[in-house]
Structure formats: C-alpha cells, structure tokens
C-alpha cells in the first residue's frame, strides 16, 4: 500500500486491520530472545546496545545475531517460536520480510520498509507485527535537540507545526530519504525539498507519497538558482530542519559536486523565524538555530555536518537517531504494542537506563569483525511467499 495523506498528520490514521487494533501488552517471561537478521551484520553495534539494556532491565533477555541475505525457513521458524521476543531487521530484507508478518504499522505501510518486528497479543494470540522505527529515530532526535533549545518548555512527541508555517528539506534519496520525509511531514513541516543528484531517486519518493506531491510538497531542488528562486524571496517558507541522508565521502563527479552546492545554497539562506502569532500554545516552538540531523555517523563529524554547522546551523550527528530508533524498539518490544506513540515514550525506558545506554554509544568505536562472515542463506531457496 501506498502512502496517499494529503498533509501533516492526516497519516496517522492507523491502516491496520481492525482486529489487530485492540491488541494488550504482550510481554511474558517466556519471551527470552531477540535477534538481528540480515547481511553483512557482523559490524553491527546493535547486541552491545540492546543487551546493555537487557542487563540494566534484568530478567533472562538476550539479543544476537541471524546472519541472512534471504528468508529462510530457519528464520521463520524463529520468528514463530514462543520464547521469541522480536527482532530488527536490515538490509537487504527490509521489504522482503512483508509478506510473512501479520500486519504493519503505518510507518511501515509508508515507507515499504520494515526494520522491526513485534510481538503483539490478539484474542487469537500473539501477530507479529513490522514497522519501521528509523522514523521514529529521525522524528525524536529532532525534537530531542528542540527541547535542549528550549529547556523551559514541555514538548510532546505529539506536537507539530501548523500548516504553512515551516518547511523541512532532505539531502538524499533511497529507503532513508523516504523515512525522513514521514518524518519530517509527521512534525507538520510543508513543503519538503529533496536535494538530490538522481531524477529516478526523487521519483519513487515522490511515487511512494502522491497525497503530498499533490498538495506541493516533495520539490525537487536540482540547482542552486532554483533554491534562489523558492527559498530566498520575501513570502518563501522558511526552512526550519534538514536530514542529511547521503554517504560520508568527499563529492568527486560533477553530479555529487552539484549536491553539495546546492545544499549551501540551502544552509545559507538567512534564518528570520516566523511571527510567534503564527504558533498556537500546544505546536513545536521554532528553533533558536535550524536543525541539520545528519544521518551518517562514520566518521560522528561527517563532511556536510562540517558545512552546514560553519553555516550556523545546529548539527546533530547520525548516532542520535541511532539510539532513538533502539530505544523505540526497545520500548515497543517491552510493551508489545509497535505503535508510535510507544516507541516515542521516555517513561518506559527512564532516564537512568536511556542515558547510560547514550554513554555507551558515545564511547563505542567502531566494531571490529574478527571473522568471515557466513551468510545462513547460502544454497538454501527463500521461504515460500505466503498466500493472503
């Protein structure tokens, strides 16, 4: 299914089956294991994440790793099994674990991607249920470094701007730049400029969101005169966040150099906040310095968090939305319930657990992989499809 909101959130609407709606918590003891699944994931900082958890948590929980290229009948059979807990999932099975779940949450039906799975309690028992917590991890770290702009205001996870009032841009383009851009219209950000090199990129994003390319959003920003042009003049909306959402590489062909300027382009347009009689007392607060949350993390100082903090811009580096889509996995898995509003709850980790779990990512280098790598799927046939 295809994401078809016309703005904002009219996309909360949950697009689950109505039996699946009234699910409760679904969380017994017998729930004791947790697991990444894709390849390559032997580098992944995920185990020494969410085990940190466990262990701050207690009770007998362990998370490792399913290295698979496919879906496989081992896999399933995992997925299935009583003591499983639920799990994460990665590239390059982020698509092709739909069909076997039993229902997705709308971050999912949106995106075409999920990287994690719940366990859900029904009358007829437990669904597994996807959805795609990168959103989460993209729409908490923005407003994270709101509240740090802002400590004397309460912001919910729920508050957004009103209509007309603030844009949002997103360098990028593939399976991030279509989370970003749930995310950044999630906090009522319009329009939403992608600044990308490819023409077939910006495509299928704007493909996978048609309710807001027919309401304006969703431009495509190829050249710097065309920033200059709806963005630089008196009545342009104002550009309030961008999400950085290429790789960590110095530019070389004339394509990627053009990214790059264009982007400045961007990060250089003076910064004249909105009149306050324009937000009501329950919207997001407009940020002292635009948000640039770079999704990158190797090296945390990427080259274009560089340039748009040089630029004035308050920079976020890519571990941040990292941890926030851990902890939003977190949450959801210890209260069986994959709604955003779970994944989006502080009360459920606390702030003692939640921020020794940031110090341990602060201070973790990279992970080193002693060993080959050995893909589960190999000469094995995918598990059948499913029929529905």
Avoid: C
């Amino acid at each position: 299914m295809k994401f078809d909101a016309g703005f904002a959130y009219s996309f909360l609407t949950p697009l689950l089956p109505l039996n699946l709606l009234n699910f409760t918590m679904y969380n017994p003891g017998n729930h004791t294991f947790y697991r990444l699944y894709g390849f390559p994931i032997a580098h992944s900082a995920s185990p020494s994440f969410h085990n940190h958890i466990f262990n701050q948590l207690g009770g007998n929980k362990d998370y490792s790793l399913f290295s698979t290229s496919k879906i496989i009948p081992e896999m399933l059979e995992e997925i299935r099994n009583e003591s499983f807990g639920g799990s994460s999932v990665t590239m390059p099975i982020k698509t092709a674990i739909i069909p076997y779940l039993d229902g997705l949450e709308p971050e999912s039906e949106a995106s075409g991607v999920v990287n994690t799975i719940v366990k859900v309690s029904s009358p007829d028992g437990p669904k597994l249920i996807g959805t795609n917590t990168d959103i989460l991890g993209i729409q908490n770290a923005l407003l994270n470094q709101l509240r740090s702009q802002h400590q004397g205001l309460s912001i919910s996870s729920r508050a957004l701007y009103p209509k007309g009032v603030g844009a949002g841009a997103i360098i990028g383009g593939g399976a991030t730049t279509r989370s970003a851009v749930y995310a950044l219209t999630k906090l009522g950000l319009h329009p939403i400029y992608l600044v990308n090199r490819a023409s077939d990129e910006v495509k299928a994003v704007q493909d996978a969101y048609p309710g807001l390319v027919q309401a304006g959003s969703l431009i495509h920003l190829d050249h710097p005169d065309k920033v200059e042009d709806l963005l630089a003049q008196p009545d342009s909306p104002r550009i309030l966040m961008i999400v950085g959402a290429i790789p960590a590489i110095p530019p070389v062909t004339k394509a990627e150099r053009m990214v790059y300027t264009v982007a400045s382009a961007l990060l250089t347009l003076p910064y004249h906040p909105p009149p306050m009689d324009t937000l009501t007392k329950d919207s997001l607060p407009f940020p002292a310095k635009r948000l640039f949350l770079e999704m990158a993390y190797k090296p945390r100082i990427t080259p274009m968090l560089k340039v748009a903090m040089a630029h004035g811009w308050d920079g976020i580096d890519g571990t941040n939305a990292v941890v926030e889509q851990g902890f939003a996995q977190q949450r959801m898995w210890l209260r069986g319930d994959a709604s955003a509003d779970i994944g989006s709850d502080p009360a459920i980790l606390g702030p003692f657990i939640e921020q020794k779990a940031r110090n341990l990512i602060a201070k973790m280098g990279d992970v080193l992989v002693k060993e080959v790598e050995f893909d589960k799927a190999t000469s094995i046939e995918p598990a059948p499809t499913p029929k529905k």
